[in-house]
């Protein structure tokens, strides 16, 4: 899995109000690992981006395997196959010749993927935002791993970046998992079920608690991260 907030939160030009507030950070310093992760990192800046499910999952498939630049370059060339559009709609996406998508440099496999969200968008599988707000968390996982190229862990990026739920905590991802190996100074990452009963303890935030995970990963790498 990757490493720290996926390309779901690319170009965030629809920011909604930042996702961490007191409450939270109250709840969540009661952890002791997580207070001193708090304290190094300093305020959670993380906001999500709204938009439509449907495009926040073409994003994804767009970044996958590729350079956010590249990706975004990739994306940008996709999007000007449909001008006067802010983003492809689903039905002309089905519209389009699979040989003007993969001049736009996307894969022959991402294109089938890309084709397959349009399709379950137009079908109601992929939900509006709307719809989606009143999908719990699991029902949303249940539904959007039947769409080819999607699993669990694009879903949980979808539901902390673009649909703001306070309370995912995506155990597989390796960044989460090493952010907690640095703050705990361990010398392995534990078990994905093990860091599930773990941050049983920071719902209903769990979603902050990983966004700060993955900052502790990043200030590791760059030696600015104290375990102690």
Known sequence: MTQGPPALTAKPDRPAR???????????????????VIRQVGPCTLRPVRREP??????????????????????GRFIALYPGHDFPPAVQV????????????????????????????VGGLVPTRQRAARMS???????????????????????IFTLGRPDVLPV?????REGWRVATGAEAQVK??????????????RSVAAWYLWRAADAAKASRFKPQ
Request: hydrophobic share 50%.
């Open 137 to 159: 968390d699991a029902q949303l996982i249940e539904h959007l791993v039947q769409v080819r190229g999607v699993g669990r862990w694009t879903v949980e990026m979808l539901l």
């Open 192 to 205: 994905p079920k093990e860091l599930a009963v773990i941050g049983e303890a920071w719902g209903p935030w």
């Open 18 to 36: 930042a996702m961490a507030g007191p409450e939270a950070l109250k709840h969540l310093r009661r952890d002791p690992v997580l207070k001193r």
């Open 94 to 121: 089905l519209e389009t010749p699979v040989e003007a998508m993969r001049a736009c440099g996307l894969s022959g496999s991402k294109v089938a993927a890309i084709r397959d969200i349009a399709e379950k968008s």
């Open 54 to 75: 449907y495009e926040a999952l073409v994003r994804a498939i767009a970044h996958q395997q590729v350079h956010g630049r590249a990706a975004e370059a990739i994306l």
């Open 172 to 176: 597989d991802d390796f960044g989460v």
